[in-house]
């Protein structure tokens, strides 16, 4: 048994935060994401190491899986699951163990855990081939990582939905069990391109437009990763215990989405940026990137996602000279449009 998985990176353009109250987002995959290739190993266990992009294994760790789950009856006709986890065997952490590796495989024992009950519920004959093969062969997990984990592109939630292929569940589903947030980031993970992500009311439903979005000017444009890890979760809290997302300040974001995703020309871009940083300086009560850390730059800069680090998405007439300012400046991690994004020349028509 060899197969093998992927799932993309994600990169927020507009609408963080109040795309979890309804406001339209631009959001994109990236190029790079996270492959999972599993192979037959010893029955009864599971056999997981984590790669770096360098090739180095962060994590290794073996559970036992004969008591994976238990299925009883109470009544004729009515089997529940009685969950009793994963049973680690045995822990192997290869290189630089520090702290949060302990708390990465509780996390990842969770997940699969999760994983194996909404396959149980929504696929239960998909979910009993994969128990029955886990107990007769084993399974060995090896995931691989195609960027940075402080980039704060999409480890975990490429991960969410790598585990959701593996247990054939819905990946909103788990993402909803594990992490929460709006659910862009698991549209990402599946999506061939730029997509409008919006929780639409009165549920806030997810809702994934497939959407054109390939400026001529995108040789001008820059991601630049910051220097700091950023956690969303953290992020989201914060904003939820000082914000209540005015009605005008969504409809003015969904705009700036509109906008920003068909504009035609530089200038106005760079026009729609400072308006939504604006906006959202206002809203969370924070100071604009631009003044906080990029006081100088021949261009606009706008942040992405989690406000304070992380990527930003950086606008100039004149990129050499940009690059020249930024790395001057200490950010040595700089990509071009096409080097970071998944945006195919001709996509989806625009709507």
Same mark, same amino acid.
């Given at each position: 048994?060899?197969?093998?998985?992927?799932?993309?990176?994600?990169?927020?353009?507009?609408?963080?935060?109040?795309?979890?109250?309804?406001?339209?987002?631009?959001?994109?995959?990236?190029?790079?994401?996270?492959?999972?290739?599993?192979?037959?190993?010893?029955?009864?266990?599971?056999?997981?190491?984590?790669?770096?992009?360098?090739?180095?294994?962060?994590?290794?760790?073996?559970?036992?899986?004969?008591?994976?789950?238990?299925?009883? =009856?109470?009544?004729?006709?009515?089997?529940?699951?009685?969950?009793?986890?994963?049973?680690?065997?045995?822990?192997?952490?290869?290189?630089?163990?520090?702290?949060? =590796?302990?708390?990465?495989?509780?996390?990842?024992?969770?997940?699969? @855990?999760?994983?194996?009950?909404?396959?149980?519920? =929504?696929?239960?004959?998909?979910?009993?081939?994969?128990?029955?093969?886990?107990?007769?062969?084993?399974?060995?997990?090896?995931?691989?990582?195609?960027?940075?984990?402080?980039?704060?592109?999409?480890?975990?939630?490429?991960?969410?939905?790598?585990?959701?292929?593996?247990?054939?569940?819905?990946?909103?589903?788990?993402?909803?069990a594990t992490q929460g947030g709006s659910g862009y980031d698991q549209a990402c993970a599946t999506a061939s391109g730029p997509i409008h992500y919006q929780l639409?009311?009165?549920?806030?439903?997810?809702?994934?437009?497939?959407?054109?979005?390939?400026?001529?000017?995108?040789?001008?444009?820059?991601?630049?990763?910051?220097?700091?890890?950023?956690?969303?979760?953290?992020? *989201?809290?914060?904003?939820?215990?000082?914000?209540?997302?005015?009605? @005008?300040?969504?409809?003015?974001?969904?705009?700036? @989405?509109?906008?920003?995703?068909?504009?035609?020309?530089?200038? =106005?871009?760079?026009?729609?940026?400072?308006?939504?940083?604006?906006?959202?300086?206002?809203?969370l009560g924070e100071e604009p990137i631009q003044s906080a850390r990029f006081s100088g730059f021949p261009?606009?800069?706008?942040?992405?996602?989690?406000?304070?680090?992380?990527?930003?998405?950086?606008?100039?007439?004149?990129?050499?000279?940009?690059?020249?300012?930024?790395?001057?400046?200490?950010?040595?991690? *700089?990509?071009?449009?096409?080097?970071?994004?998944?945006?195919?020349? @001709?996509?989806?028509?625009?709507?």
């Amino acid at each position: 048994m060899v197969r093998d998985y992927h799932a993309r990176g994600k990169l927020l353009l507009t609408g963080e935060y109040v795309v979890m109250h309804g406001a339209l987002a631009l959001a994109c995959p990236t190029r790079r994401g996270q492959s999972m290739y599993m192979a037959s190993h010893r029955p009864a266990c599971i056999h997981w190491k984590a790669f770096t992009p360098r090739g180095d294994v962060w994590l290794e760790v073996e559970w036992n899986c004969l008591g994976i789950i238990q299925e009883k =009856t109470k009544e004729p006709g009515n089997q529940f699951l009685e969950p009793e986890g994963l049973m680690p065997s045995k822990l192997l952490v290869l290189q630089n163990k520090g702290a949060g =590796t302990e708390a990465a495989v509780s996390r990842l024992e969770s997940w699969i @855990t999760l994983a194996m009950l909404l396959s149980h519920q =929504t696929n239960p004959e998909y979910f009993h081939e994969q128990i029955d093969r886990v107990k007769a062969e084993g399974i060995s997990v090896e995931t691989y990582l195609e960027f940075e984990r402080e980039w704060g592109l999409g480890s975990s939630s490429s991960l969410i939905s790598l585990l959701a292929q593996w247990w054939g569940c819905r990946p909103m589903e788990l993402h909803a069990a594990t992490q929460g947030g709006s659910g862009y980031d698991q549209a990402c993970a599946t999506a061939s391109g730029p997509i409008h992500y919006q929780l639409l009311a009165p549920a806030l439903r997810p809702h994934a437009q497939p959407i054109a979005f390939q400026p001529d000017f995108h040789e001008h444009l820059l991601f630049v990763y910051t220097g700091k890890k950023q956690s969303t979760d953290h992020s *989201i809290r914060q904003f939820g215990q000082r914000s209540t997302a005015a009605e @005008t300040c969504l409809q003015e974001i969904s705009e700036c @989405t509109h906008q920003l995703t068909f504009a035609t020309d530089l200038k =106005t871009f760079m026009e729609i940026m400072h308006r939504h940083e604006r906006i959202m300086s206002g809203l969370l009560g924070e100071e604009p990137i631009q003044s906080a850390r990029f006081s100088g730059f021949p261009g606009q800069t706008k942040s992405l996602g989690a406000w304070g680090g992380d990527f930003i998405l950086a606008a100039t007439s004149e990129p050499e000279h940009a690059k020249v300012f930024l790395t001057n400046n200490g950010f040595s991690v *700089i990509f071009a449009f096409h080097e970071l994004l998944l945006c195919p020349p @001709t996509n989806h028509p625009q709507t």
